[in-house]
């Protein structure tokens, strides 16, 4: 009777393993499904982009998959926190390839990170959407590494020519964070660009990050009457600049000028009044009347409680742009055919406007340039 | 001219919340010889109190000021009960109650960021009325007026109470001998706890004012601001409230000129050091010597 027991009590256990087994095995038979992974920070330096990013990517998600009906591809996003961290991202790249099998990679935040970890993706030729990275040599890695977000190499002689044409800006004041790879990157954006179209240099000054005093700076700056204020900055400290620079009596007809940084509702939110006529060249309008934004907009707001951000319509997008190339190419297993389709994707209508890859696999959109108008980003010049 | 006047006006300024932070910090060290290193905590509490009560209490500044400074002179009197009052009859209590006071800031700033977040939050638009006055191209703010008025308002205040009051008088007593002043039946615990809520309301009540004017608060604003706080009473004299406020006017002018005439706050800290340590080479006991709490 023992005996008996025992033996039932192995069956049982062998039983209940190989159920588990073949539960957890893929199930190649299964409705098309494809999985991204989407390496966000959500913790660390970063986390306050990172969270922006998750809303408009299962934003995404949820449209795609409930219009996708009964037969179509389904998407399935798996998120996983970078930390703000290369070694983190590496993680999470090796886990999504190996483990996840997913079809491709949306992230990782920041460019930091993608510069380490798109290479384990390039070797193992799993394609990588950027989707918030804007440094140099990002998408030069490898040919698997595309991003839908402009650099500031693109958007600031834009905003550059912009300005100079329409408000005959002669004379500038730099302002920049010297103590951080973007805002560094976009100070050495503009001052190539300022010299390019012969626009004077008065002074170059500088910050470091979680300053919360800017008026020693904007005191000098002041003294220099400049014709604009240019500046490379974080949201955060973007803010203070603006509202202390009007404090301390800069007029509002030196208008300050801003970057991707800068294209934040948090700027307007925080800076108040002051915020206006700031002019910031960015990759996303968020009052562009596309019907695809404007769609965007309302449906963000109402799920989140707050309008998105240029993080939340590029991961949108990136989402987006993802789900044609996996329908294009077919099959979510095969990445080397995924990767050929973003090659071929052609006016996608996005938030972003047209979308394109340049044949470098950076994004085709038009850079914009915005200005601050009854507390909300418009085009400039319009 | 403009330039260096408005410079000298924001120097004068940030000095002031400086000097402020300082006076209180070196209080509680002037009467028990104790760096309260959760100082710094009790300053963004203070700050983050005044923003909960106008944004969530609905409370308008005027009222949300003195709750929340009160608040962080409360928390002053937690900070001596469970920090340093335990640690006291110890042999080892100098050192033991600046550990105490480190784990006391730990606690405190987590709390803040388990109420708050990470990120900086801003007082609501309109919290304080926006007056600007332009004199002669110097440019003055009415919150700025505010600001070194409290700040003017309560240095007298304080000076005026160690100088005339009976418990001021007490303070000093014990900040000169805690045996005597024991023996002449002044009640030894309870100065020691009032200095601690007189010292934490000051601080908070810098926070206040701090994050008013910067209109950005977070959890970890009182680092950057702790260490400067230490300069200023090192400068001014360890335990000197003249000096402090001396020293603190004397960092924020410092700073402020650095990051004007090299056009970078990166020199800024380094400058305000470098001149700390020549003074401490030329006047080791600070500015304005020891032992002045005791004179007031």
Redesign the interface.
């Known amino acids: 009777m023992s005996k008996n027991k025992g033996l039932f009590r192995v069956s049982v256990a062998s039983l209940a393993l190989m159920a588990l087994t073949a539960w957890g095995l893929p199930q190649a038979a299964e409705a098309a499904e494809a999985k991204i992974g989407c390496a966000f920070s959500m913790t660390g330096g970063a986390a306050a982009y990172g969270a922006t990013q998750k809303n408009g990517a299962s934003l995404a998600m949820e449209q795609i998959n409930a219009a996708a009906g009964a037969g179509g591809l389904k998407l399935k996003l798996l998120f996983e926190d970078d930390a703000s961290t290369p070694q983190q991202g590496i993680n999470v790249f090796q886990k999504f390839i190996n483990a996840d099998k997913v079809s491709m990679i949306i992230g990782p935040t920041l460019s930091n990170t993608a510069q380490v970890a798109d290479r384990i993706a390039q070797q193992s030729k799993t394609p990588v959407l950027a989707i918030s990275n804007t440094a140099q040599g990002i998408t030069e890695i490898g040919d698997y590494i595309f991003r839908d977000s402009l650099t500031e190499g693109v958007v600031i002689p834009n905003t550059i020519k912009a300005i100079k044409a329409k408000l005959g800006i002669k004379k500038v004041a730099l302002l920049y964070g010297n103590d951080d790879a973007f805002t560094k990157a976009g100070y050495q954006a503009f001052k190539a660009a300022l010299a390019e179209s012969g626009i004077q240099i008065l002074s170059e000054l500088s910050f470091a990050k979680g300053d919360r005093d800017f008026s020693p700076q904007l005191t000098q700056i002041k003294g220099m009457a400049p014709d604009a204020i240019i500046c490379s900055a974080l949201v955060e400290e973007a803010s203070g600049i603006v509202s202390q620079a009007r404090q301390l009596g800069i007029a509002q007809n030196v208008p300050i000028v801003g970057g991707n940084g800068f294209n934040s509702p948090a700027l307007i939110k925080n800076a108040g009044a002051a915020a206006e006529g700031v002019i910031v060249g960015a990759a996303w309008n968020a009052s562009s009347p596309l019907p695809v934004n404007k769609k965007f907009v309302e449906d963000y707001t109402k799920k989140f409680g707050t309008p998105p951000d240029q993080f939340a319509a590029q991961a949108f997008a990136g989402v987006h742009i993802a789900y044609q190339a996996i329908k294009k190419a077919g099959d979510p297993n095969n990445r080397a055919a995924i990767r050929e389709a973003l090659t071929q994707i052609k006016d996608l209508d996005t938030v972003l406007g047209p979308f394109y890859f340049t044949p470098g696999r950076d994004a085709g959109s038009q850079p914009v340039v915005q200005v601050v108008k009854d507390g909300k980003f418009v085009i400039f010049g319009m | 001219m ?2 260096l006047g ?2 000298l006006v ?1 120097g004068l300024f ?1 000095g002031g919340v400086y000097a402020l932070f300082a006076v209180g910090y070196t209080l509680v060290f002037g009467v028990l010889d104790i760096l309260n290193l959760a100082h710094a905590a009790v300053f963004t509490l203070g700050g983050l109190m005044a923003l909960w009560l106008v944004q969530n209490a609905g409370l308008t500044i005027w009222t949300a000021f003195p709750l929340a400074v009160l608040f962080a002179g409360l928390l002053g009197l937690v900070l001596d009960q469970v920090a340093f009052k335990p640690l006291r009859r110890r042999p080892d209590t100098y050192f033991s109650g600046l550990i105490s006071s480190i784990a006391m800031a730990i606690i405190f700033e987590s709390l803040a960021m388990g109420v708050f977040g ?3 939050s ?1 007082f609501p ?1 309109g919290t304080v009325p ?1 007056v ?1 006055w ?1 004199l002669g191209g110097i ?1 003055i ?1 009415l919150l700025q007026v505010e600001i070194l008025a409290a700040v003017v308002l309560m240095m007298v205040a304080l000076t005026q109470l160690l100088k005339r009051a009976r418990v001021g008088k007490a303070i000093r007593a014990v900040a000169e001998n805690q045996h005597a002043a024991r023996l002449l039946g002044i009640n030894v615990d309870g100065i020691i706890a009032f200095t601690f809520f007189l010292s934490s309301a000051l601080g908070g009540a810098a926070g206040i004012l701090f994050g008013l004017y ?3 608060l977070s959890p970890d ?1 009182g680092r ?1 601001i702790e260490l400067k706080g230490l300069a200023v009473i090192v400068l001014g004299g360890m335990g000197s409230v003249p000096g402090a406020i001396l020293g603190g006017l004397a960092f924020g002018l410092s ?3 650095t ?2 005439i090299s ?4 020199l800024r800290d380094a400058v305000a050091f470098t001149l700390l340590f020549g003074i401490m080479l030329v006047r080791p006991s600070g500015l304005l010597g020891r032992g002045r709490l005791r004179e007031a």
């Open positions: 403009n330039v408005q410079q924001n940030i990470a990120h900086n801003r638009a926006v600007i332009r440019t703010t910067f209109d950005a604003m950057p700073e402020v000129l990051v004007a056009g970078t706050s990166n």
